[in-house]
């Protein structure tokens, strides 16, 4: 439009100036000095209105489409081709959108979704998406200009709908990863007709509300002290089962030794006789023994001179020495 509008005022300018000398030549006669200055007024006039469109038309048709650019070219309106990257002219008349063909990145921090017991849910998520650089004048002639909010703004809110309502709210974000890659393989085939790639989508956060998030972690308190008293039991059925190990095994080591015992009295019961347990009596009587008392009817013969020590008489009539007491 510049260009345009310069053009228009070169033309008026440079006009006029050309009339003026052309008047002036022609009121001055042929050869004199009027008719001279009317003609150098004339060729001053065509110089500048040349040099004037020339160097304006040329600064005007040079444009410089950056790496990784291309641009779209429209003509009073209409797109009529497209330009790569690098330094490029076009016609002064027309003008030029540029548009991004390299990785680009998209945040979209109000995402709202439903879980399945309608609880809010919001998501914060970036997508990383590009478009094909051959594809960019028919995305601009079918969708427009703004064809990012046309085609990916509504798509990606809806499908982050459709997959949340799938999961209760608690499982949410443990199933994170399976709604990212479900979302984005949906988006990926909407796109794709209109040659924009899916890059990444990448989901930043997920939150609920702050009832909710209370309510959630009342209950992992709860849990927590479940947990806590569990441990606890365990721990003292632990011990009574430890209590009744060791009473166990007292319980059987007071067997053992009880059977032991009963085999030794019993083997000992075997080897005693009438002989040994007198010897074994005899054995065990004191050295300065007095008195014995011994049951009759034992059949026990002892000498009691044995037992005191005394006794040295032949005489078949002496008696007992005095304190010896023999059995009937």
């Not at 003609?39 to 040349?50: D, E, K, R, T, W």
């Not at 037992?307 to 010896?324: K, Q, R, V, Y």
């Amino acid at each position: 439009m510049f260009w345009i509008f310069s053009m228009i005022l070169a033309v008026a300018v440079c006009g006029g100036v050309f009339a003026l000398g052309r008047q002036i030549r022609k009121e001055g006669e042929e050869g004199s000095p009027e008719a001279d200055r009317g003609l150098l007024v004339m060729i001053i006039a065509g110089v500048v209105f040349v040099l004037w469109a020339g160097l304006h038309t040329g600064v005007a048709a040079t444009r410089q489409v950056e790496a990784g650019h291309v641009a779209i070219v429209y003509e009073f309106g209409e797109i009529v081709g497209q330009r790569e990257e690098g330094l490029q002219f076009i016609a002064p008349w027309q003008s030029t959108r540029t548009e991004s063909t390299q990785v680009q990145s998209q945040t979209f921090e109000s995402l709202t979704a439903f879980s399945a017991e309608t609880q809010d849910v919001f998501i914060v998520a970036t997508l990383n998406y590009s478009v094909s650089s051959g594809a960019v004048q028919e995305l601009y002639r079918s969708v427009g200009r703004n064809w990012f909010n046309a085609l990916v703004q509504a798509r990606i809110n809806n499908f982050f709908k459709e997959d949340v309502v799938q999961y209760e709210t608690v499982e949410v974000a443990p199933n994170r990863e399976n709604i990212r890659a479900s979302v984005k393989a949906k988006l990926q085939g909407d796109l794709e007709p209109y040659s924009i790639t899916v890059v990444d989508l990448l989901i930043d956060s997920i939150d609920f509300r702050e009832e909710f998030k209370a309510s959630i972690e009342q209950k992992q308190i709860a849990s927590q002290d479940a947990l806590r008293e569990q441990e606890r039991i365990k721990q003292r059925e632990a011990e009574a089962e430890q209590a009744v190990a060791v009473a166990r095994g007292e319980a059987e080591a007071i067997t053992v030794r009880a059977e032991a015992q009963a085999e030794a009295n019993r083997l000992i019961g075997e080897s005693l006789s009438e002989q040994v347990i007198s010897f074994t009596a005899v054995q065990n009587l004191s050295d300065n023994i007095q008195i014995a008392l011994i049951p009759s009817g034992q059949g026990l013969l002892i000498d009691p001179a044995t037992l005191i020590g005394t006794g040295t008489s032949n005489d078949d009539d002496a008696s007992p020495p005095s304190g010896a007491i023999a059995g009937p």
